[in-house]
């Protein structure tokens, strides 16, 4: 079977297909996903895609789920993970209402925070933005809410300096950096330039309803809410790490959809 990861960063099994803009192992295939999927048509069993479709215009999203079709045998499954538009709107009600009954100051925390979910990655214009800022503060009331929120993702920068986020981490950017050291460009400076390349922020945003009309219009039928650790495929059981950290959604503002190609 021919079971495909597409935009993984560094979530993958080294036995698919995987396939990212960018690369630093030999299990990911590096390809602009902008320009469509690598493959032949009718050619995958298993298609997976987490927390990429919302880095895509609303138009892009289309052509890359429409390029997911093509390469889908008939009979096929998708599985799209995305961040769930609904929940995150009830979640900002939520703590909006609460903190107008009880003005405290760790309810203004999770006010502001849902502020920041909401918003920020649609609108920021550097690396980490508004997010990224609020993690690496000092005494942060309401930790409890982040790591139901965003899981690992807030546990791997609480506490951080700042400027240790944009230094360059892998091998690659180590050289990158020496090379543009050189010729008198700072790090930090190709990281702003770079930063809409890059793909960090959202360019729309998706619920059930309209991730069903959306797969339903291109063809897909039996569309379903899955949870991590269920799926159409009967095999799901031993790749669910890609979705799951233990028990819990390893991002936990995940809205998970299964489909079937016609």
């Known amino acids: 079977m021919k079971l495909v990861n597409i935009g993984c960063g560094t979530t993958y099994h080294k036995n698919w297909v995987n396939i990212d803009y960018s690369s630093d192992s030999n299990y990911v295939v590096e390809y602009d ?21 919302e880095h895509f215009s609303k138009e892009s999203a289309m052509i890359l789920l429409r390029e997911c079709h093509r390469v889908l045998k008939p009979g096929a499954i998708i599985r799209v993970v995305i961040p769930d538009l609904k929940c995150l709107a009830e979640e900002y009600l939520k703590a909006f209402h609460v903190y ?56 791997k ?33 190709y990281q702003k330039l770079n930063f809409y390349k890059i793909g960090e922020r959202h ?29 159409y495929f009967s095999e799901w059981s031993n790749y669910s790490s890609l979705d799951l950290d233990g028990e819990k959604l390893r991002k936990p503002d995940s809205l998970i959809v299964e489909a079937i190609k016609i």
């Open 33 to 53: 996903l902008s320009k469509g999927i690598p493959l032949e048509n009718e050619s995958v069993d298993f298609l997976y895609n987490s927390h990429i479709l």
């Open 100 to 155: 107008k009954l009880e003005p405290s100051e760790y309810n203004e925390a999770n006010y502001n925070w849902f502020v920041i979910e909401l918003i920020d990655q649609l609108v920021r214009d550097e690396s980490g933005g508004e997010m990224l800022k609020y993690w690496t503060k000092e005494n942060i009331l309401n930790t409890d809410t982040l790591e139901n929120r965003i899981g690992n993702v807030f546990k």
């Open 157 to 189: 920068f609480s506490g951080l300096n700042i400027n240790s986020y944009t230094s360059p981490i892998t091998f690659k950017d180590k050289i990158k950096c020496r090379i543009l050291n050189l010729l008198g460009i700072e790090w930090i400076e």
């Open 203 to 231: 360019k729309w945003m998706y619920d059930e309803v309209s991730l069903n009309i959306i797969l339903k219009n291109i063809g897909f039928t039996s569309i379903k809410v899955q949870k991590g650790h269920t799926s």
